[in-house]
Nanobody, 119 residues
Framework: EVDLMESGGGSVQAGRSLRLFCHVSGLSFEDYSIGWFRQAPGKEREVVSCISSTSDTKFADSVKGRFTMGRTFLQLNNLKPDDTALYYC???????????????????WGQGTQVTVSS
């Protein structure tokens, strides 16, 4: 069984950093891609970043240059109030090395971890 669980969220002041973690079980490290998505109250879900099975990464324009990513974590630097959202990690099987930036491409999801950024 594939299981994902996020952790590391919290409430911080703008300009501070957080590191979110995505714990994945049931998948081989080399055979899946990870995506991070976020959803604020009243807003649609949006992509944050992705990392492929070959460690290629992509970032949304809104976080590019501020966030970094590994296969087990999402580092959020220089946080802004607009970053406030419930953050989800997701996984999908991948053998091509492609990095997926669309939520519907992912089959497995965690329950989310809350990030709140105050001004």
């Amino acid at each position: 069984e594939v299981d994902l669980m996020e952790s590391g969220g919290g409430s911080v002041q703008a300009g501070r950093s957080l590191r979110l973690f995505c714990h994945v079980s049931g998948l081989s490290f080399e055979d899946y891609s990870i995506g991070w998505f976020r959803q604020a109250p009243g807003k649609e879900r949006e992509v944050v970043s992705c990392i492929s099975s070959t460690s290629d990464t992509k970032f949304a324009d809104s976080v590019k240059g501020r966030f970094t990513m590994g296969r087990t974590f999402l580092q959020l630097n220089n946080l802004k109030p607009d970053d406030t959202a419930l953050y989800y990690c997701a996984a999908r099987f991948d053998y091509s090395g492609r990095c997926y930036m669309t939520a519907n491409e992912y089959a497995y999801w965690g329950q989310g971890t809350q990030v709140t950024v105050s001004s």
